[in-house]
């Protein structure tokens, strides 16, 4: 069975803070995708970032980073100079890799509140 | 840019009622999928389609639920005799279908059951 974890169920930084959110993800499959989606108040999931387990290279996207530590199964998130625009709802997903085991298992996700 | 859209929006129906919703995918995704969020929750996989065959359902769809995608486009799902407790947003979300793609998502209809 597939399970993520975000343990933090709020945060709230003030603007231009960076701030990070926490992944802690669990499977037993050897391959398999690891997602972020953002939440806003409309309630649209926007896809942000997928990443696959057998390439652990961080990646920056403008004020985006993310980081995968296979070793501790994580795959955290940090805004950097956050912008009242980033407050949303985060959530971060796990897929399976093989035909057949795409559906998403996703977290409880993390409320973030950035304050002007 | 046509992304992924569902209809109703909104939608609020009496204990009892059938409520039927729509999903259109993103132009030749070959991949459509269901998911439920209730409030505070992530979202949670209900079922998915590979063209007009569906592959996969949730133990959370019970018998009340079905779910279509008839010619392999749009895709309805029907909730009979429904509950209070089936108050939630219903997602929906595409992908062309190669293991290698992202699933995208609509924005969602929010059902809510007096």
């Known amino acids: 069975a597939q399970k993520v974890t975000q343990a933090q169920t709020e945060i709230s930084v003030v603007e231009k803070e960076d701030v990070t959110l926490d992944c802690v993800y669990e499977?037993?499959?050897?391959?398999?995708?690891l997602f972020w989606y953002k939440q806003p108040p409309s309630g649209e999931l926007v896809f942000l970032i997928r990443?696959?387990?057998?390439?652990?290279q961080n990646e920056i996207s403008g004020r985006y980073s993310w980081n995968f530590q296979k070793s501790t199964s994580s795959f955290n998130f940090t805004i950097t100079a956050s912008q009242v625009v980033d407050s949303a709802v985060y959530f971060c997903?796990?897929?399976?890799?093989?035909?057949?085991?795409?559906?998403?298992?996703f977290g409880t996700g993390t409320r973030l509140t950035i304050i002007p | 840019d046509t992304g992924v859209s569902q209809d109703p929006r909104h939608k609020i129906t009496k204990r009892g009622q059938n409520v039927t919703f729509r999903c259109d995918p993103i132009s030749e995704h070959n991949r459509l999928y269901w998911y439920r969020q209730t409030l505070g929750q992530g979202p949670e996989f209900l079922t998915y389609f590979q063209n007009e065959a569906q592959l996969e359902k949730s133990r959370l769809l019970s018998d009340r639920f079905s779910a279509e995608r008839p010619k392999g486009s749009f895709s309805t799902l029907e909730i009979q005799r429904t509950e209070q407790g089936d108050s939630a947003m219903y997602l929906c979300?595409?992908?062309?279908?190669?293991?290698?793609?992202?699933?995208?998502f609509g924005p969602g209809t929010r059902l809510t059951v007096l």
């Open positions: 997903a796990l897929s399976g890799f093989d035909f057949g085991n795409e559906k998403l298992t």
């Open positions: 979300a595409s992908s062309l279908g190669d293991r290698l793609d992202t699933q995208y």
């Open positions: 990443r696959n387990s057998f390439d652990e």
């Open positions: 499977t037993r499959d050897t391959t398999y995708y």
